[in-house]
């Protein structure tokens, strides 16, 4: 039987593929603009013709932004190749390594009853993923931040937009009303801070250190990545995400617009071959 290809937005990438092509879409400013021209009884020759490119520019089908379609690339050489992107940085390694450190400090101090480590992924027409916590009612995105220079002590709203579209993804996945990005400030492992310090050494161009040196440089990247100085209660900042159909329907939209991006470039792909290929088991 034929493999079927089909496009599902990662919640992790909602971000992306929100993103709108640069000039594509109209602005506030332009609207308020076409507005101001509608208005008038008679326009000039030249006040016509931008009423009309501006009515052209607002009622345009939507476009996928280069981001957007270079994570749809990026799926379709998954799903029909197994060909994975790879990426690594520090910080993931962090986040990947620490996960549970930063689950039971929410747990801890969050004040969210009946939270645990999610292993379910799930599924829907649209969207398919793996949600880090389920409680009773929310469901939670925990971030655990680098360093303490990464953490956001003093923010009153989310830093990051893309991580509230991850949520809302999380959130239409699970049918939850309510969900919580979960910034938790835990210690770096001992194996991830020795690697900091050697980092660190490199940077600063120190070739062979005297043990004072780095006596020194390991103080200072302790004092960065640990903090059991710190009350448990000012590690964990909740930054509350509340249920928008009109997101949610907006994100559906946009992967119908992932999918005929998709369908295009698979048939590009596929032009001229004789036969489906051989699809590795990944």
Known sequence: MEKQFIFYARPSKIGAIMTEARGATI?????????GLLSKVK???????????????????????????TVVEEQLLKDVFGINREFWSKETDKGNECEQDSIDLLKKVGGLFGIEKNETTFKN???RGTPDVLGDEPVIDVKTPWSGSTFPWFAQELPDKAYEWQL??????????????????TNATEDIIQDEIRRTCWREKIIEPTDEQVDEIENRVRWQMEFDHVPDALRVKLFKVEHDEKAEQAIRDRVELCREYYNKRLAELFANMDAAPIIPNV
Do not use: N, W
């Open 125 to 127: 027409d649209f969207l």
């Open 27 to 35: 602005t506030e400013k332009q609207l308020a603009e076409l507005e």
């Open 43 to 69: 326009l000039t020759e030249k006040q016509a013709e931008k009423r009309d490119q501006l009515i052209a520019k607002r009622d345009a089908k939507p476009e996928l932004s280069k981001t957007a379609k």
């Open 168 to 185: 809302r993804g999380y959130m239409a996945l699970t049918g939850r009303k309510v969900g919580y990005v979960a910034y938790c400030l």
